[in-house]
């Protein structure tokens, strides 16, 4: 049955529009952890989060418990959280320090950071004559195929082959080098804290949602009116520069669905996605004016103009996070099953930035990524009901038609056309890349 | 054995202004500069420059309350009400300025699911013609590090 109806998976996806069954069906979301998250390059966390030897951090690739640990020699190694022995986990913590080496709670086989066995009590008398000797690869702790990091962001891979990390991100790596960018310092560091979400939706309708301009302004309106209304009572009696942060808000409801027209979506190969247009910060505050004097010591005049003119509001790499670059905060999305999705919030500090600048960004990441989120709440419940409706018999189809036909195609891109911003360009990719993993 | 019953009184008013939805009222109950605070985790010191679920001044608190109250706010439609009891109220400190720690527990109804938070308040409280006002309510949550299944809309 499977493999009928996976055979005929292209059918599922026609470049305007999608099948339901492709958010609400569980042989096809196992079908696509194996094909999508258990192949791709998937982020695992940042490197500073496990400054010193020993320290781990655990996660999920597709339906994988692995973990993220820090090598006596400093490498970063990713490893199934598997103990090769009775398949106990072997970190059961979310994060911690795991010492010299790991060490299994059920019968005590320890291992390497790297994921090598170090020791099995009583080996010689009890495994003298048996397939088990030291040595044997199907004894260590099994490693991801494939680790490699860019500017402290650490990827995976549990597919031996394919694309590199670099061809992989290709033109979305920019998420990574304007975050970094943006710090004097030439690099970020993670804020030790995790915001964990669930959403009742299939995966995708995060994935969607986050570079949908048509959107806010519908979703959010009652946060952006509201942040608008107490924006305005504020600059009554602030100087100029204080509500910085309710701005961010209140764009949701001053950006009016045909201004969202104005942003542009710029689509690559294997569902990447970049949204542009900012809402408005290049502020002329002391603050700003104090971290941008560092900026240009750091980076010569040119250099700065280039860095802060990169004109980004999300970055997705699909199909497992979402990067506000600007903001330095990203998304990681785990799906935990066809209806049900985590994502794992983070924010990371600018090296050398002045405190106002990371605290500006701490603001968003509280007002709109924080469990207590003032924009979140209504995606989640958009998601939630969406989830639902689809997995009604009342349509067969999702439309993708925004703007269809118009967009403008390049070799290796595809851009919403001007004033077309809305354009689901975005959603139309991603399938597309969706549908080419599903065949391949 | 008077401030502990008018303090527990204040609490007990605090948390029914919510379970009722008197938003302005339970604002109201606020010093001017007074802060609502939910830290991630126990360890955190302070909410001033932190990862907060919560970090909250009057502004703030009015853009939530004006959210939660207009008609398009889409996750506030469906049938949404909690109920909270206080209790174990002990007061830390004496004279004008009052820290007090309690313990609480919410139960939430949202659509037809039920949800359970608890935790404890710790309330820096001043002492006002008016009665007793909130300079500093920081609320830790039992949970406050699982996984938030959804999110929470209003204050706990």
């Known amino acids: 049955m499977l493999q009928e109806r996976i055979a005929d998976v292209s059918k599922f996806v026609e470049p305007d529009r999608v ?39 655990t996660l999920q690739i597709g339906r994988q418990p692995m973990l993220m640990v820090r090598g006596k020699d400093r490498k970063v190694h990713v490893l199934y959280n598997r103990c090769p022995h009775r398949g106990n986990m072997m970190c059961g913590d979310r994060h911690g320090n795991t010492g010299e080496q790991f060490r299994c709670s059920y019968h005590a086989w320890q291992f390497h950071h790297d994921g090598t066995l170090k020791n099995i009590p009583m080996m010689e008398s009890g495994y003298a004559g048996t397939r088990v000797n030291k040595g044997s690869p199907e004894l260590n702790m099994k490693p991801a195929a494939r680790v490699e990091s860019y500017r402290g962001f650490v990827f995976a891979s549990l597919a031996p082959t394919g694309p590199t990390l670099k061809e992989f991100l290709g033109k979305s790596i920019v998420a990574f080098d304007d975050m ?22 299939n995966w995708k309708l995060f994935m969607e949602n986050q570079i949908d301009a048509l959107h806010p302004s519908v979703t959010h309106q009652s946060t952006g009116r509201a942040a608008h209304e107490v924006e305005k009572q504020i600059a009554k009696k602030a100087k100029a520069g204080e509500a910085l942060s309710y701005h961010m808000l209140s764009a949701f409801a001053t950006v009016t669905i045909d201004k969202w027209d104005n942003f542009q979506t710029i689509n690559y190969p294997y569902g990447h996605c970049i949204l542009t247009g900012y809402m408005g910060l290049r502020p002329q505050d002391p603050d700003t004016k104090a971290y941008d004097k560092l900026m240009i010591k750091a980076y010569g ?28 905060q990203l998304r990681a999305v785990r799906p935990l099953g066809v209806d049900r999705t985590l994502t794992e919030i983070w924010h990371f500090r600018l090296k050398g930035a002045p405190e106002a600048i990371y605290r500006r960004s701490l603001a968003y990441y509280n007002l709109v990524n924080s469990p207590a989120t003032l924009i979140n709440a209504d995606d989640l419940e958009n998601f939630w009901k969406c989830h639902q409706g689809l997995s009604s018999d009342g349509g ?10 118009h967009d403008i195609e390049k070799p290796g891109e595809v851009s919403s056309a001007p004033n077309q911003g809305t354009s689901e360009a975005p959603m139309r990719n991603q399938m597309k890349a969706w549908a080419k993993y599903m065949t391949a | 054995m008077k401030a502990q019953q008018d303090v527990e009184q204040f609490l007990y008013r605090q948390s029914e202004l919510l379970d009722t939805k008197r938003w302005q009222e339970w604002i109201d109950l ?14 955190y ?22 959210r939660v109250l207009h008609p398009d706010a889409w996750s506030q439609r469906p049938l949404w009400e909690t109920n909270h009891v206080v209790s174990n109220v002990r007061i830390q400190s004496s004279g004008k300025n009052l820290v007090v720690r309690s313990r609480f527990h919410m139960m939430e109804l949202r659509r037809d699911d039920v949800r359970h938070f608890a935790g404890s308040y ?20 039992t949970n406050a590090q699982a996984a938030y299944d959804y999110v929470l809309q209003v204050w706990v």
């Open chain 2, 45 to 66: 010191k302070t909410w001033d420059g932190q990862p907060a679920i919560f970090a909250e001044d009057k502004n703030l608190m009015t853009v939530r309350m004006n």
């Open chain 1, 301 to 328: 005049q040119k250099r700065f103009e280039e860095i802060v003119g990169v004109n980004i509001h999300h970055v997705l790499v699909y199909p497992g996070l979402s990067v506000q670059s600007p903001l330095q």
């Open chain 1, 396 to 405: 067969d189809w999702v439309s993708f038609a925004r703007h269809h036909g």
């Open chain 2, 122 to 141: 710790e309330h820096h409280l001043t002492k006002t013609k008016k009665g007793y006002r909130i300079k500093l309510q920081r609320v830790d949550m």
């Open chain 1, 180 to 201: 970094c960018d943006r710090a004097p310092g030439g690099e970020v560091e993670v804020v030790p804290n995790c915001f964990r979400v669930i959403q009742h939706s």
């Open chain 1, 19 to 57: 099948r339901r069954e492709v958010y609400t069906d569980g042989q096809i979301f196992e079908l696509e952890m194996q094909r999508i998250h258990e192949t791709v390059w998937i982020y695992c966390g940042h490197e500073s989060q496990i400054p010193k030897a020993g320290d781990y951090y």
């Open chain 2, 30 to 43: 606020f010093t001017p500069d007074g802060i609502y605070w939910m830290p991630p985790a126990p360890e």
